[in-house]
C-alpha cells in the first residue's frame, strides 16, 4: 500500500496562487495514475485532475481547465497540483488519490489510496 502524504494548503484572496504537493512513500510504476480531488463542506467528493506516471497524459475537470496544472517529478516521487487565478468556490480539502493501474479518470472509487487532505482556503 501506498501513502500518500498532502500539503501546500493555506489561505489565498482571490485571483491568487496556491502550489499543492503529494508525496508517494513506496514503489511507484509507469502504469500508477494519481489524482487529486477535493470537497468543500456538505457536497461530495469530485475530481480536480489526473495524470499518469509514465507518460504524464493528464485529465482535467473542466472549471479547472486553464487555470491548474498537475505535474510530476519522477525522481522525487512527487505529484502537483499548480493552482492560479483562484476562485472563492475552489475553496475545498484537496486530497490526492492512487489507483495502481492506468485509469485517468474521474470516479473516486476507483482509487485505491488516499491522503489526509490539506485545506485551501479563497477569500474574496
Known amino acids: 500500500q501506498v501513502q500518500l502524504r498532502e500539503s501546500g494548503g493555506g489561505l489565498v484572496q482571490t485571483g491568487g496562487s496556491l502550489r499543492l504537493s503529494c508525496g508517494t512513500s513506496?514503489?511507484?510504476?509507469?502504469?500508477?495514475?494519481i489524482a487529486w480531488f477535493r470537497q468543500a463542506p456538505g457536497k461530495e467528493r469530485k475530481f480536480v485532475a489526473s495524470?499518469?506516471?509514465?507518460?504524464?497524459?493528464?485529465n482535467y475537470e473542466e472549471s479547472v481547465k486553464g487555470r491548474f496544472t498537475i505535474f510530476r517529478v519522477t525522481g522525487e516521487r512527487l505529484v502537483y497540483l499548480q493552482m492560479n487565478s483562484l476562485k472563492t468556490e475552489d475553496t475545498a480539502v484537496y486530497y490526492c488519490?492512487?489507483?495502481?493501474?492506468?485509469?485517468?479518470?474521474?470516479?473516486?472509487?476507483?482509487?485505491?489510496?488516499w491522503g489526509q487532505g490539506t485545506q485551501v482556503t479563497v477569500s474574496s
Open positions: 488519490a492512487l489507483k495502481p493501474s492506468y485509469y485517468n479518470g474521474d470516479t473516486p472509487d476507483r482509487y485505491d489510496d
Open positions: 513506496g514503489p511507484i510504476f509507469s502504469f500508477y495514475t
Open positions: 495524470i499518469t506516471w509514465g507518460d504524464g497524459s493528464t
